[in-house]
């Protein structure tokens, strides 16, 4: 069957992927080199953009900073955002425009970083702390750019053998340009649209709900957000990383402010997910599921835990008995790896937990939340299978699944998860006819080279969709 990336943002980054500065490079100094070329063809003060940097893959092994970005961009306010999506470096100008200094307050939720000798800012801002800057940006693209953007991400992904996805933070004009490019006949992905913020009240105002659609395009869940990022080393935990004794993580939401917003959503029939990476986020949003269902029952609401990376027994016990979907990150191990020293061996051994799910009953899907993570299917499949990074250490072993495991949270899960396992996710008479050619079975390969498999055709709806 074809894949189901049940967790990924392919409005937004396709969006980036058309005029944002791709910072998915080796080094500091690539990154300021590229900046440094977008600025020569943007006029003086209007922002530059990047995205998709990672810290642990630059060769100089710190964070790029205030300094670095002000050498090569004095006349232009730069934004640069983690791949993680948590965290943003900006450099001088960006965060005069934003009203920060370094006697600004850290807003709640949310973290300014600052020299710890000299007191400076750094350029680094934390969740929350970077919305006073995200505010200030123009949303220069049009309504063709925002369908543009959908065409691109939806091939990129058709290229890997996906053929339906979760959008986990849609927006009303994001949702109008998947329509857009369905009726064009360039969508290449099915799409599940997870709305927030205004993208929830419009849907409600107009008396929409989670289900509505049609099996191209899909009103999904109301989307929330408890903790902080996995990838960024925020996500909230009831113990400390590992070097950094009074560091636990960050909460973004705290119960009341989630169960408020829920509540609405499930009295008129949503489906609901939240975002909770640490076992202390994981709680908070198990306790706001709980009373939701206590207070205003429902039979089948299928509440989501977006990524719900870090679990213990109790945690799943809980997960059980509501019947929740986890949405754990499927290609972070392999990916991420570098990373993971900072939660800790014994840690790991209950993080990306999908056997731990899968044993429990529990039907756990296959996600990649790109740009975060890279979505290709066969890197989630060995990353799951094999639980090796890309330098082959091993983390968390006790959570490897086995291939045909992998196979079924990469379609029939995410199916369930979206309420369509009655119409795909399986090759079965009556479902659509989504499907993906491998050029060898992953079956019958050495796992340590699954990745290595690749993608000859990917059909949708019975129509080739990708033909390498």
Known sequence: PGFIDSHSHPASSGRAHLRNVDCDLRSILAIKNAIYERTKNTPQGQWVEGFKYDDTKTSEKRFINIQDLDEVSPNHPVIIRHRGGHTAYVNSMALSLGGIDRNTTDPV?????????????????????????????????????????????????????????????????????????????????????????????????VGKKTGDGDEWVRVGAMKLACDGSISERTARLSE????????????????????????????????????????????????????????????????????????????????????????????????????????????????????????AGINVTQTSDYPPGPFEPMMAMQSSVTRRDYNGELWGPSQRITVEEAIKVGTIHGAYASFEEQIKGSLEVGKLADLVVLDQNPLKVDPMSIIDITVQRTMLGGKWSYES
């Open 109 to 205: 939720g949310g973290h300014i970083e600052r020299d710890p000798s000299s007191g400076a800012l750094t350029g680094r801002l934390l969740e929350s702390a970077t919305s006073s800057i995200e505010n200030l940006i123009p949303n220069i693209f049009s309504r063709s750019e925002y369908q543009a953007g959908a065409k691109l991400i939806s091939e990129m992904m058709s290229k890997t053998g996906i053929t339906s996805v979760t959008d986990a933070g849609t927006d009303a004009r994001s949702f109008q340009s998947y329509q857009d490019a369905h009726e064009a006949e360039e969508l290449k992905t099915r799409i599940y649209c997870m709305m927030r913020g205004k993208g929830v009240d419009e849907m409600m105002q």
């Open 240 to 359: 400390p990383y590992i070097g950094r004794p009074n560091d636990y993580g960050i909460i973004v939401n705290d119960e009341e402010t989630l169960y408020q917003e829920a509540v609405k959503a499930h009295k008129k029939d949503w489906q609901i997910g939240i975002h909770a990476n640490g076992d202390v986020g994981i709680d908070i949003t198990l306790n706001v599921y709980e009373r939701l269902q206590k207070e205003y029952y429902r039979k089948d609401p299928r509440f989501r835990l977006e990524h719900c990376t870090v679990i213990n027994d109790d945690l799943i016990k809980r997960i059980k008995v509501l019947n929740a979907i986890p949405t754990p990150f499927s290609t972070y191990v392999y990916w991420h790896g570098e990373k993971m020293k900072e939660y800790g061996k014994e840690r790991l051994e209950n993080m990306f937990a999908v056997k731990s799910f899968l044993d």
